[in-house]
T-cell receptor
């Protein structure tokens, strides 16, 4: 089955800096890659996703890049703010229609003012 | 708009007791997923339903776990008998119909503690 590795497990940055979280996946058939943000006591919330037919997607301060050849994808957060502090999860999915996700182990991001 | 609603938010019970977790998916969504989250194993998919039919329950850890979806707006995850190692946060998620992979929307989970 699919295996998703996520690095780093923790990341501390200063407010205003950029943060990058990287994930690799094992199954070349994976074609959908969402990123989730989980705040304390809450469920994971989708923040951005990318499909295998594009290499990059941006939404304001958040961007995701995908390298299908190398089977890795990354989340980039620019101009970080304290409210960006949370646990971030990457995931990969194979197939279409109703899809199951394989999640990475998560990255705890701490943004210090 | 109402998101995925889970109840109870917290459950503390003694081992051996039956536990029932409940989920109401987003209206119009036709896929429903149950996950378990622990520090050691992260987010694990237990079972998922499409159009109220269980599609894959290979993630259900043991026969003590069972899940049902009697209609499009309600699902339950039951543990009987419960054990301390079942302590975790259980999430329900739903996704809308579509030809391509659809985003999954998560509830805020049930934090389960088995003493």
């Amino acid at each position: 089955g699919e295996n998703v590795e996520q690095h780093p497990s923790t990341l501390s940055v200063q407010e205003g800096d950029s943060a990058v979280i990287k994930c690799t996946y094992s199954d070349s058939a994976s074609n959908y890659f969402p990123w989730y943000k989980q705040e304390l006591g809450k469920g994971p919330q989708l923040i951005i996703d990318i499909r295998s037919n594009v290499g990059e997607k941006k939404d304001q301060r958040i961007a995701v890049t995908l390298n299908k050849t190398a089977k890795h994808f990354s989340l980039h957060i620019t101009e970080t703010q304290p409210e960006d502090s949370a646990v971030y999860f990457c995931a990969a999915s194979i197939g279409s229609g109703y899809s199951t996700l394989t999640f990475g182990k998560g990255t705890m991001l701490l943004v210090s003012p | 708009d109402a998101g995925v609603i889970q109840s109870p938010r917290h459950e503390v019970t003694e081992m051996g007791q039956e536990v029932t977790l409940r989920c109401k998916p987003i209206s119009g969504h036709n896929s429903l997923f149950w996950y378990r989250q622990t520090m050691m194993r992260g987010l694990e998919l237990l079972i998922y339903f499409n159009n109220n039919v269980p599609i894959d329950d290979s993630g259900m850890p043991e026969d003590r776990f069972s899940a049902k979806m009697p209609n499009a707006s309600f699902s339950t995850l039951k543990i009987q008998p419960s054990e301390p190692r079942d302590s975790a946060v259980y999430f329900c998620a739903s996704s809308p119909p579509g030809q391509l992979n659809q985003p999954q929307h998560f509830g805020d989970g049930t934090r389960l503690s088995i003493l």
